[in-house]
Nanobody, 125 residues
């Protein structure tokens, strides 16, 4: 299972960005995605949860982004989004998407948890 993230960039404080992360797998297998989420890691800090969303649509946000960020998903496209508004310099970090679920093969299934490659978000003051 691969996650491809996009949408990072440089934005001024108060601006907005939208991150996307699409999950894919090889032909002949089927994905069932459970919880998908976004994490971030600022320089010299630990990776932290930003927001997560279950397959049923339940959302969880870090306290410092609640009300500014919105996580959503398109199950038909196996894609999770993070709309980030009112960005602050302290939101500057590499953002990673994460997904866990099950991969169904011809004769078996396996649980998985995987990370995307990270996309840099830089907010200037």
């Amino acid at each position: 299972v691969q996650l491809q993230a996009s949408g990072g960039g440089l934005v001024q404080a108060g601006g907005s960005l939208r991150l996307s992360c699409a999950a894919s797998t090889s032909t002949g297998s089927t994905l069932r995605l459970n919880t998908m989420g976004w994490y971030r890691q600022a320089p010299e800090k630990q990776r932290e949860l930003v927001a997560a969303i279950t397959s049923g649509g339940s959302r969880n946000y870090a306290d410092d982004v609640r009300g500014r960020f919105t996580i959503s998903r398109d199950n038909a496209k196996n894609t999770v989004y993070l709309q980030m508004n009112s960005l602050k310099p302290e939101d500057t970090a590499v953002y990673y998407c994460n997904a866990e679920g099950q991969l169904f093969l011809a004769v078996s299934s396996n649980g998985f948890m995987t990370w995307g490659q990270g996309t840099l978000v830089t907010v200037s003051s």
